[in-house]
């Protein structure tokens, strides 16, 4: 840490979700088979669009690039959480934290808009579908996946920049199980108002912003379908309603973590358990596994894995 601050806290105690040993034991069993299954999920999607060429599309070009961050998403938080599960002293550095919140941020704001540009390609799929491979062509996904990347970077470096100065100099307790700005301005030995509204301007109204946007664009959808075919509203309903869904698991958390009024409520860290490790689990479900064609593509790679593997 930089000598300047005149800083005594080299290190948080994060105080995890409970202190109760029954308790533990199971979340220890639901977190793993929760986190296992999400890299196993989210890994077999991104092997799947690369060997099948068949899934050489924009769509899920993008899939597999939400199953990516996804990973990423999973991997931040949710190993420390579970290893710290059964230990007495839960301590992070303040570089740990300051790292952690830095890729949560940046790949938090990277899915975002991830998500609005698949919100994009449904609707150029469905309502524009003459048009699609001209609008939606590989190379222009690729740019939008930079743009992404680049706006989850400056996401979460225009918060880093205020805090990463802070003075802390008292209190080390993290009521967590991971290093978020909320929770990690208020230690600071200073009047924090006016950066905990910066977070809240950044983080809870980007995302109110975006889920908004998001809902209002799928329900122009719906209703562009409807109007058109009722044959083609069904099968654009179901596919649509899976991505609603995703939606609302994802920015539901985050504006309650960010805008909920109650910070003595300590119903925030536990809602943080969906965006760290339910969403990325739930993603493969939606998206992948009640799409046919992915279905058909994944039994294909994993017959070919066995046969190989009895071969070999």
């Known amino acids: 840490m930089d000598g300047s601050n005149e800083s005594v806290v080299y ?3 994060l105080l995890g979700l409970t202190s109760s040993q029954e ?3 199971f979340l220890f069993v639901f977190f793993l088979v929760f986190f296992v299954a999400s890299i196993l999920g989210n890994f077999l999607i991104i092997l799947t669009v690369l060997a099948d060429i068949r899934l050489h599309s924009p769509m899920y070009f993008l899939l597999a690039n939400l199953s990516f961050i996804d990973t990423c998403v999973c991997s931040i938080a949710t190993p420390k959480m579970i290893s ?3 230990r007495e002293r839960k301590v992070i550095s303040w570089n740990g934290c300051i790292t952690q919140m830095f890729f949560i941020h940046t790949v938090g704001g990277t899915e975002m808009v991830l998500l609005i540009v698949m919100a994009f390609d449904r609707y150029i799929a469905i309502c524009k579908p003459l048009h699609y491979l001209t609008i939606m062509s590989l190379r222009r996904c690729i740019l939008f996946l930079m743009v992404s990347w680049i706006i989850g970077f400056i996401h979460s470096m225009l918060q880093l920049a205020f805090v990463v100065h802070l003075p802390f100099c008292g209190p080390n307790k993290v009521d967590s199980f ?5 929770r990690f301005i208020k230690l600071a030995c200073m009047d924090t ?3 905990e509204f910066l977070v809240t301007a950044n983080s809870g ?3 109110i ?3 908004f946007i998001l809902i209002v664009s799928y329900i122009f959808i719906l209703v562009t379908v409807c109007k058109h075919s009722s044959v083609g509203s069904s099968k654009a309903f179901s596919t649509l309603s899976a991505h609603i869904t995703v939606v609302i698991f994802f920015f539901g958390p985050c504006i309650i973590v960010y805008v909920w009024p109650f910070p003595t409520l300590p119903i925030d ?3 943080a358990v969906f965006d760290t490790l339910i969403t990325p689990f739930m993603n493969p479900v939606i998206y992948a596994f009640r799409n046919k064609e992915m279905k058909v593509a994944m039994r294909k790679l994993l017959s070919n894995i066995i046969i190989s593997g009895k071969l070999s």
């Open 178 to 182: 991971y290093c978020d700005f909320p």
């Open 11 to 13: 290190e948080f105690v």
């Open 84 to 86: 710290d599960l059964f």
């Open 205 to 207: 109204f980007i995302s």
């Open 193 to 195: 108002y006016r950066l």
């Open 23 to 25: 308790t533990r034991v």
């Open 209 to 211: 912003g975006t889920f």
């Open 269 to 271: 860290k536990f809602l």
